[in-house]
T-cell receptor, first 116, second 113 residues
Framework: DSGVTQTPKHLITATGQRVTLRCSPR?????VYWYQQSLDQGLQFLIQ???????AKGNILERFSAQQFPDLHSELNLSSLELGDSALYFC???????????????FGPGTRLTVL | AQSVTQPDIHITVSEGASLELRCNYS??????LFWYVQSPGQGLQLLLK????DTLVQGIKGFEAEFKRSQSSFNLRKPSVHWSDAAEYFC???????????WGLGTSLAVNP
């Protein structure tokens, strides 16, 4: 158990819909990262927040957005969903302030999103 | 362009045999490199990391990796594989001022009894 929790574990929805994925980091970690894992594109970094502020942005679509709240949990919002958004979405946390990979990232178990 | 490549999509080894998973990187500066493992239905877990110094890095679960600048490689090794090592292995790296970690596509390891 990494200490990172993600809800829900599974999510099935239809195209055009909007969903919210939730992540609670390890106690003491201020950074939260979101990743998308699909069979054809592998593991893609989406975005990172540190103590409530966006710190680094990766391959995140404009239809996707995220935020980190004062209690440090984070939410990833996916809107106007398409079939191609079906994937496993991971959250990770670390003590790092930047997207500095000198610090280990601890991954949650993921949320599997299926768009029908 | 900076990249991390794992040439082998899938590898099968027998239990007790040695293992080497390949990872090649393309960075101008000295990279920092990682190996993560993803067990079925789980998130990723760090096995080991290289930043500088000793090019042979020891990790958890009996794994080690060697940074070879001349070959632009950071291959993961284990002398004797256990059935519980069956998983997906990811190499990742970054360098210099590029703060985005780049991930390989992963190598799926199957272990025969």
């Amino acid at each position: 158990d990494s200490g990172v929790t993600q809800t829900p574990k599974h999510l099935i929805t239809a195209t055009g819909q909007r969903v919210t994925l939730r992540c609670s980091p390890r106690s003491g970690d201020l950074s939260v990262y979101w990743y998308q894992q699909s069979l054809d594109q592998g593991l893609q970094f989406l975005i990172q927040y540190y103590n409530g502020e966006e710190r680094a942005k990766g391959n995140i679509l404009e239809r996707f957005s995220a935020q980190q709240f004062p209690d440090l949990h984070s939410e990833l919002n996916l809107s106007s969903l398409e079939l191609g958004d079906s994937a496993l979405y991971f959250c990770a946390s670390s003590v790092a302030s930047g997207y500095s990979s000198y610090n280990e990232q601890f991954f949650g178990p993921g949320t599997r999103l299926t768009v029908l | 362009a900076q990249s991390v490549t794992q040439p082998d999509i899938h590898i099968t080894v027998s239990e007790g045999a040695s293992l080497e998973l390949r990872c090649n990187y393309s960075y101008g500066a000295t990279p920092y490199l990682f190996w993560y493992v993803q067990s079925p239905g789980q998130g990723l877990q760090l096995l080991l990391k290289y930043f500088s110094g000793d090019t042979l890095v020891q990790g958890i679960k009996g794994f080690e990796a060697e940074f070879k600048r001349s070959q632009s490689s950071f291959n993961l090794r284990k002398p004797s594989v256990h059935w519980s090592d069956a998983a997906e292995y990811f190499c990742a790296g970054g360098a210099g001022n590029n703060r985005k970690l780049i991930w390989g596509l992963g190598t799926s390891l199957a272990v025969n009894p």
